[in-house]
């Protein structure tokens, strides 16, 4: 079902229908006829892009006299991510699946249809962009299963990021199609630590360091040589060796971006089968999800600051054997 459906069109007024070709603002959020907003040029409400403001949808006066205090309250829980209500006792959102941890009155100011910013600048929820600053809107059902996995499985034990992930598990398994994960590519290891991707990201960790033990060993031997002039056959033995670790660094940098997201889908489905094992009804193998998933911030902090440690104590060694 379309979200926008029986919204008026800020430009033409014209409610939109499931079958039109939407665009938002990826500033505002503001939704528009394609043909619209191609004809007009630009998002109508400058005013709300000045003020930081996410565009909500105008409101029926019957709907807006009619609330009380009373139903407010009992109303449900709002989704922090797509802004749709939920009932009380929903621990994830029905329409994206994304936990919901905060109470209703915690979220009132989430309106519906929001456009929280996502990494990439356009509103959380929405896909890459067809043409200028607009995109069209795109997202996974809750119920929409990937490889026998309810999303709103997958969100649960995702936890943050879930948008982003979900729509890279269906294109894998429609396609198959790899696209890299950036994060993975520059980060490697560290990055399968802080998905919860243990044994993985200490592999990784484990082979970044046999590429490259041999150049860490010829720039030790070259700058501790009692020569002031190496040998030139000994400069090419460490210049030939140092470009095949480069090498094999960046073969590894690649490996680990362009196969991060199929190796973090099928930790998922691991953990969901797992927690599926354990528990007698969806909600509670959910809440377990929540539980054990999400990402492991406290540990990437501390790799950081014994990283940092470990670099100081080499620096003052290497000071002190030279």
Known sequence: MNRYEHIPCPICGKPFTKDDDIVVCPVCGAPYHRACLMEKGECIFPQLHESH???TPPQP????HTASDESSAEAGRTCPRCGAENPNSALFCNTCGTPLSMPHQANAQTPPYSAQQGTNGMPQGFGPMPFGMFAQAQS???EEEIEGIQAQDYAAYIGRNAHYF?????ELARSKTKIINW??????????LYRKMYGTGILIFLIQ???SLPQYLMTYQAMTSASTLMPSDSFT????ISMICQLLALAMRFVCGFFANTLYMRHCQKHIAK???VTSSPEECRALLAKKGSVATKLIAGLLIAYAAVNVLAFFMLLFFL
Do not use: C, H
Request: hydrophobic share 50%; net charge positive.
């Open 61 to 64: 006066e019957s709907d807006a």
């Open 275 to 277: 927690a599926r094992a």
């Open 237 to 240: 033995s460490i210049t030939t």
């Open 140 to 142: 996974v059902p809750p």
């Open 183 to 192: 994060s993975a590519f520059f980060f490697q290891g560290g990055y399968f």
């Open 53 to 55: 403001t996410p565009w």
């Open 166 to 170: 979900l729509l890279r598990f269906r």
């Open 209 to 211: 360091m046999l590429i």
